[in-house]
């Protein structure tokens, strides 16, 4: 028998998680020979309901799951984890503009990040899903001075995702053709979904797709307005498509990464080969070589409108690292 990977979720009790956690209990993270302990975390007004998903994940009886944990006590829940999904946080209220949400919810990320810092494996990875998700992750990390920044990712893979589906609904294509896409920047309206270097059945998204107006404009747009279509529509934001993003990235930190391919992540720009500021978690074409070390692909080759569209994300990225700046000199 396998040791166990510990794993600890954030949020147990909200929407997200509760299509993560049972994703991860039957074994689509890490296999059917890999016994796991999950750790459920979340506020302790919401106790009652942690109580209740873990009867349910008892329910279902995995044969994989060998130990839950519930409670909101970091040191016992954060203790000797090896992986993290971090994606309790509060959403954002009526009238609340982004700027306040990051200031609330970054409170949560320096707690959380200080408790990776003491109680968690020194070798664990951390997916940061909770919004403003690149900003909260920088958070987490610099309060983590123990652990290497690169363990710490940012979820754009639904965004990925997202501009899969639309590619290949326009290409009339299969999903499974559409390969190489790419988001920049940051998980917001500023995203940058490359239809330059993604690849439709092996060739060049933009031979395929030749409507280089639709490209520019209503892909784009779809892509990044998707997350409140899906508000709008549902009362509730995304919930079941972010899990399954998650599970993608995580998946993708942990197994190495197809000769020629890569994925969406924001990660910690220091070093990065495009030029992009440093001390940002920024979302960039990524590799695994396996075990949670990842690293940037470089020599993406990008044109006048891309770099444009990047440049605007950057803006908004550098912009929030001013709060946060503020928020932790506070
Ligand atoms: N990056 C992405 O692609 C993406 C996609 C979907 C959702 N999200 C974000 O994920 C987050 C969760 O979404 P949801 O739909 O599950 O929300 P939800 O409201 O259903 O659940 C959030 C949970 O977090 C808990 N929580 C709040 N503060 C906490 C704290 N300090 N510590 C621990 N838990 C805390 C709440 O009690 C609640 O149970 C939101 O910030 C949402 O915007 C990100």
């Known amino acids: 028998m396998r040791p166990l990977k510990k794993v600890v979720i954030?949020?147990?009790?909200?929407?997200?998680?509760?299509?993560?956690?049972?994703?991860?209990?039957?074994?689509?993270?890490?296999?059917?020979?890999?016994?796991?302990?999950?750790?459920?975390?979340?506020?302790?007004?919401?106790?009652?309901c942690?109580?209740?998903?873990?009867?349910?994940?008892?329910?279902?009886?995995?044969p994989l799951l060998k130990e839950i944990k519930i409670g909101s006590d970091v040191q016992e829940l954060f203790g000797g984890v090896h992986f993290a999904f971090l994606i309790g946080s509060k959403p954002r209220g009526p009238g609340m503009e982004r700027k306040d949400l990051l200031l609330e919810n970054g409170k949560i990320f320096i707690e959380q990040g200080q408790a990776l810092n003491r109680f968690a494996s020194p070798d664990v990875r951390v997916l940061v899903v909770g919004n403003p998700c690149n900003a909260n992750c920088l958070i987490a990390l610099k309060n983590a001075p123990d652990l290497n920044p690169r363990q710490f990712f940012a979820l754009t893979r639904l965004d990925q995702n997202r501009a899969v589906y639309q590619l290949a609904a326009y290409a009339k294509a299969d999903v499974a053709e559409v390969e190489n896409v790419t988001i920049w920047g940051n998980h917001s309206t500023t995203q940058v979904?490359?239809?330059l270097n993604a690849k439709i059945h092996g060739r060049a998204a933009c031979q395929v797709v030749k409507d280089r107006q639709w490209l520019e404009n209503d892909f784009f747009t779809k892509v990044q307005k998707r997350g409140a279509e899906v508000i709008t529509c549902r009362g509730k934001s995304s919930a079941a498509?972010?899990?399954?993003?998650?599970?993608?990235?995580?998946?993708?930190?942990?197994?190495?990464?197809?000769?020629?391919?890569?994925?969406?992540?924001?990660?910690?720009?220091?070093g990065n080969p495009y030029g992009i500021d440093e001390d940002l978690v920024f979302s960039f074409p990524c590799r695994s070589r396996?075990?949670?070390?990842?690293?940037?692909?470089?020599?993406?080759?990008?044109?006048?409108?891309?770099?444009?569209?990047?440049?605007?994300?950057?803006?908004?990225?550098?912009?929030?690292?001013?709060?946060?700046?503020?928020?932790?000199?506070?």
């Not at 942690?50 to 995995?62: H, I, P, R, Y």
């Not at 399954?244 to 910690?268: C, I, N, R």
């Not at 803006?315 to 709060?323: F, G, I, V």
């Open 50 to 62: 942690l109580e209740g998903v873990a009867m349910e994940l008892e329910d279902c009886a995995f």
């Open 290 to 330: 396996g075990l949670g070390d990842i690293e940037i692909v470089p020599n993406l080759g990008l044109d006048p409108f891309l770099k444009e569209k990047l440049a605007i994300s950057q803006k908004e990225l550098m912009e929030e690292r001013t709060l946060i700046a503020h928020l932790l000199k506070g």
């Open 193 to 195: 979904p490359d239809f």
């Open 241 to 270: 498509s972010a899990a399954k993003a998650a599970l993608d990235a995580m998946q993708s930190v942990v197994k190495p990464t197809e000769a020629g391919h890569w994925f969406s992540m924001g990660v910690y720009s220091r």
């Open 10 to 48: 954030t949020g147990g009790a909200g929407q997200v998680a509760y299509s993560l956690l049972f994703l991860i209990a039957r074994g689509d993270l890490f296999g059917p020979d890999q016994p796991i302990a999950l750790h459920l975390h979340d506020l302790p007004e919401m106790q009652k």
